[in-house]
């Protein structure tokens, strides 16, 4: 068993900061815990036992620093003047550096830039201040230009801030002036992450973006459903600066260096700078400390004698990381690469050791590390997503192979292309090819029947959680020894994560529409005959309109119908024709935004489906559904570039299947809504797909006009557009319409009945 002491002491640091974060700036019941603390530590080294007063003594001290520390840092902010003014929203005059790197948010009404300032003079009308205070900036896109670690003068508008790490948030009054460039260090470091960047910016748009995340944390360029991909498989902390990352530059360096003959103490000296040196290529933010710290400890592990200095080590980070900085005891972050870490460090070598006795020694560590470091943070991960990931060990068995080399590649890219950019790109490409098979593994595995199960985040759910994952972690070693019952649980999980569990009554038989629950967005099937049906949108993500369709047994699209170009009703279009046989693709007239339409055209081309504008007043038969195109009427062509009319192009369907009237309306907006009663008076439907997600821009009177026994919105759950609005659905109850919604209700069919169409709820 290695040392635990400094673990212990480590978790009663923990305690303290969390001790502190609940106390908050209050002196008073900040003195009475720092007081019980120290009354804990003289008890313990006067009564407690021998082999252990002296831990006890340090632990409680160690807490009552840590806490102390943390309410002296909430007390600095709170009585800070840019607190005080940030309180009376004052607009102010500043001098400050920037202290992050420029990120993107999108947002509905346009792009934000979000960075941080370091503010270092403020001057009000009556007074000026110099201090040291960070700030938040919500700034326009013309801020992106503004390089870290550049000193700026600038007109703020400051407001209260949510996040106890900084004094206030601020909006800007006008553009920033630069008044000193970024000191040599970090023009260095912007210089190799832009060469990272130019190296693989010809390849593939996943490959041209994980190659930065790999190599530096920079994973702006992340498409969102790989990114998505990657949380459902487990592989979410490759998109982010980890311990993994510095062990493997660091590693890189070492062995360079031995490779130059360098020995001894020098080797040291190397690793020391190669720490400095990622922390500055990475950013020197509170997350890409603590992967400093962790990957330090895992570089400890690969010594000699690595286990018991590594635990050690990380107790001693844990320690420090939180003497420095408190509040990274209540992130996330440090909480999953700590316990990922301990993971690896105490349960992995029993595994790795009772796989060993009949496995070859490689594939038993191999299997061992990402199956402690998992488990160890399974209940964590629970609770933040709600879910079990199944998938996990394999995707991470499968992915770490390329994981090394891509990160080495991807470095050795960015420092060539600053000598010479070609030859950057040879090594751009090299780890291009190697970050491929990650991407390929992150999409198949997130495509499984059951990468992940549901679960509850609730106290008694995730108890039961923790409990049988400290039970498999002390008993699985036991277990998996014996060839015969190890090889029998890998088979298992294999069967349980590959084969779809069957699902009885499920669809209902003779449905006639199924709204998929698919998030923010619409993915709509009409069945059209056995396992067969026409797709009206495809929704945001392929993967979810994939499954939705395999649990309702569709193996042929006769038609595809993409009501418009939003990434939320074409995204997912790759889903529907993957392993599909799939008749053709009908699209509106409108072909706005232009990016969203070329996808769409590269999708069809690569499945040879060929695509036409959805003709307009023509009504047919597809399948035993009867299909009529009711908006719009307009001729094509383009938009104005930036989707904001692609809404009121919507193809709108009028469908007859099994009797039932379905009118499909995908986004269309009042304009084309009083268009349509225009031309069809008196239109009466039994199902309402109700328009735009339920936006509370609607012609009210017309969807109530239409007398649907069944209304149907979809719409994704806590989303930020407040669909669907209840002024909205509240009409269509008091018309007598039943309104279900995917949000709350999960996948909607829509069967025939006696008294009308009826909804089943998946």
């Not at 079990?388 to 470095?411: D, F, R, Y």
């Amino acid at each position: 068993m290695p040392d635990l002491r400094l673990i212990v002491l480590a978790a009663a640091a923990w305690a303290g900061a969390l001790l502190g974060a609940w106390v908050g700036a209050d002196p008073r019941p900040a003195l009475v815990a720092a007081a019980a603390l120290l009354a804990l530590a003289v008890l313990a080294l006067a009564l407690g036992p021998r082999r252990l007063r002296g831990t006890i003594a340090a632990g409680a001290l160690l807490a009552a620093a840590v806490g102390g520390s943390a309410v002296l840092r909430g007390q600095q902010v709170a009585e800070n003047p840019v607190t005080g003014l940030a309180e009376r929203r004052a607009a102010v005059a500043t001098v400050a550096v920037v202290t992050s790197d420029p990120r993107v948010l999108q947002g509905r009404y346009g792009d934000r830039v979000l960075l941080r300032l370091s503010l270092r003079e403020v001057r009000t009308r009556s007074h000026t201040v110099r201090l040291r205070t960070p700030i938040l900036v919500f700034a326009d896109p013309s801020w992106r230009r503004l390089p870290l670690g550049a000193t700026v003068r600038v007109a703020l508008r400051l407001g209260p801030a949510t996040d106890r790490e900084v004094a206030a948030t601020a909006s800007p009054r006008a553009s920033p002036t630069v008044l000193s460039a970024p000191d040599l260090w970090w023009r260095a470091a912007a210089a190799v992450r832009a060469s990272v960047r130019t190296a693989v910016a010809h390849r593939p748009v996943e490959q041209a973006a994980l190659v930065p995340a790999l190599v530096d944390g920079d994973d702006t360029r992340v498409p969102e459903q790989l990114a998505e991909d990657f949380r459902t498989t487990g592989l979410t902390h490759l998109l982010a600066v980890s311990g993994t990352n510095l062990t493997l530059v660091v590693g890189f360096l070492l062995a360079l260096a031995r490779w130059c003959r360098v020995r001894g103490r020098w080797l040291t000296v190397v690793a020391g700078v190669g720490v400095v040196g990622f922390v500055l290529l990475a950013r020197t933010e509170p997350s890409v400390v603590r992967a400093a710290a962790m990957g330090t400890v895992g570089l400890l592990a690969m010594s000699v004698g690595g286990r018991q200095r590594a635990v050690r080590g990380l107790g001693a980070a844990v320690v420090a990381l939180l003497l420095l900085q408190p509040a990274l005891g209540l992130t996330p972050g440090f909480a999953l690469s700590v316990l990922a870490t301990a993971g690896i460090l105490l349960l992995g070598p029993p595994w790795r050791d009772a796989l060993a006795r009949w496995l070859p020694r490689w594939l038993a560590e191999a299997i061992a590390v990402p199956m402690a470091a998992q488990l160890a943070c399974t209940p964590l991960v629970a609770a933040l997503s709600g879910q079990v990931s199944l998938a996990a060990v394999g995707a991470n068995l499968l992915a770490q192979p390329a994981v090394g080399p891509a990160t080495i590649l991807g470095l050795v890219g960015g420092l060539l292309g600053i000598v010479w950019v070609p030859l950057g790109r040879l090594a751009g490409t090299l780890a291009g090819w190697c970050v491929s098979w990650i991407v390929l593994v992150a999409q198949r595995g997130a495509d499984l029947p059951l990468p992940a199960i549901g679960w509850g985040t609730g106290g008694v759910a995730l108890g039961v959680l923790s409990v049988a994952v400290v039970a498999l972690g002390v008993l699985g070693p036991r277990l998996v020894r014996h060839r015969t019952i190890g090889v029998a649980c890998g088979v298992g999980l294999l069967v349980v994560v590959t084969v779809r569990p069957p699902t009885p009554g499920w669809p209902p038989a003779n449905w006639v529409l199924a709204a998929c629950d698919v998030g923010q967005g619409d993915a709509l099937a009409v069945r059209t005959g056995t396992a067969s049906a026409m797709v009206v949108d495809a929704g945001p993500d392929p993967g979810a309109v994939e499954r939705c369709l395999d649990e309702l047994d569709v193996a042929v699209v006769p038609l595809v119908v993409l009501t418009h170009f939003h990434a939320d009703h074409v995204d997912g279009l790759p889903g529907v024709l993957a392993g599909r046989e799939v008749g053709g693709i009908e699209v509106t007239s409108l072909l706005d935004p232009p990016q969203a339409v070329d996808a769409v055209v590269r999708a069809a081309a690569r499945a040879g489906v060929p695509i036409r504008l959805a003709p307009y007043g023509e009504t047919r038969r597809v399948g035993i559904a009867t299909v009529q195109v009711l908006w719009p009427r307009s001729s094509p062509g383009p938009g104005p570039g930036d989707g904001s009319t692609a809404n009121d192009a919507s193809v709108v369907l009028l469908v007859e299947s099994g009797g039932v009237r379905l009118l499909l309306t995908g986004d269309v907006e009042p304009p084309g809504q009083r268009a349509i009663a225009r031309s069809l008076p008196g239109l009466s439907v039994d199902v309402l797909k109700v328009p735009h997600h339920g936006s509370r821009h609607q012609d009210l009177g017309w969807l109530a006009s239409l007398g649907a026994d069944l209304a149907v919105t979809s719409v994704g759950e806590d989303n930020d557009y407040g669909h669907p609005a209840a002024s909205v659905l509240d009409p269509l109850r008091e018309a007598g319409t039943t309104v279900v919604r995917t949000d709350r209700d999960g996948t909607v069919v829509v069967v025939p009945g006696q008294h009308g169409p009826t909804a089943v709820l998946r």
